[in-house]
T-cell receptor
Framework: NAGVTQTPKFQVLKTGQSMTLQCAQDMNHNSMYWYRQDPGMGLRLIYYSASEGTTDKGEVPNGYNVSRLNKREFSLRLESAAPSQTSVYFC?????????????FGDGTRLSIL | GENVEQHPSTLSVQEGDSAVIKCTYSDSASNYFPWYKQELGKRPQLIIDIRSNVGEKKDQRIAVTLNKTAKHFSLHITETQPEDSAVYFCAARSGHASGGSYIPTFGRGTSLIVHP
């Protein structure tokens, strides 16, 4: 039982390049989330998927797109990377998004945009 | 939407002392309050949570208290140890749907340093 798995763990991109961050969970959770973490800013929600087949914007969605591929997988895409997107990205999942249950986080992807 | 304020941003204590981290929230409908610990370079992990029908919850050296009237909740760590050094995040989740979903809002984190 691996929990939430993110790939890659590290990535360096040039401005304007695109890439997709992958996330998969094996806990049969319905809800999945993408956060970015910057120094002093806590965890800011980019996008979330309340259930398979649905996605919604969070607090900071600009410059990102997401795909809920199936119940297990939720990917985050940067179409044209910018230096302001340099951050640590965390994927999380939860049983659902309406009961009082915690989120489970992946190990993060450390992304640098040059 | 919900707004969560967390204080202090940095807390330095001596081993064996107690540490207290405080959070306030704005939405009176919030009913779930988890706390996460994030060690350097690691993922945030749940350490304790409290629901709005409970005023206090303990788990060994950690405890959380909730004051719904004042809209604040606190994390208490007793007999601190060097391995307690980490960033701690509070969060609050509203019982009202925002746009059809209930998404927790996180505080900005407290960096706890425990000196041996």
């Amino acid at each position: 039982n691996a929990g939430v798995t993110q790939t890659p763990k590290f990535q360096v991109l040039k401005t304007g390049q695109s890439m997709t961050l992958q996330c998969a969970q094996d806990m049969n959770h319905n809800s999945m989330y993408w956060y970015r973490q910057d120094p002093g800013m806590g965890l800011r929600l980019i996008y979330y998927s309340a259930s398979e087949g649905t996605t919604d914007k969070g607090e900071v969605p600009n410059g990102y797109n997401v795909s809920r591929l199936n119940k297990r997988e939720f990917s985050l895409r940067l179409e044209s990377a910018a230096p302001s997107q340099t951050s640590v990205y965390f994927c999380a999942s939860s049983v659902d998004n309406y009961s009082n249950q915690p989120q489970h986080f992946g190990d993060g992807t450390r992304l640098s945009i040059l | 939407g919900e707004n969560v304020e967390q204080h202090p941003s940095t807390l330095s204590v001596q081993e064996g002392d107690s540490a207290v981290i405080k959070c306030t929230y704005s939405d009176s409908a919030s009913n779930y309050f988890p706390w996460y610990k994030q060690e350097l370079g690691k993922r945030p992990q749940l350490i304790i949570d409290i629901r709005s029908n409970v005023g206090e919850k303990k788990d060994q050296r950690i405890a959380v208290t909730l004051n719904k009237t004042a809209k604040h909740f606190s994390l208490h760590i007793t007999e601190t140890q060097p391995e307690d050094s980490a960033v701690y995040f509070c969060a609050a989740r509203s019982g009202h749907a925002s746009g059809g979903s209930y998404i927790p809002t996180f505080g900005r984190g407290t960096s706890l340093i425990v000196h041996p």
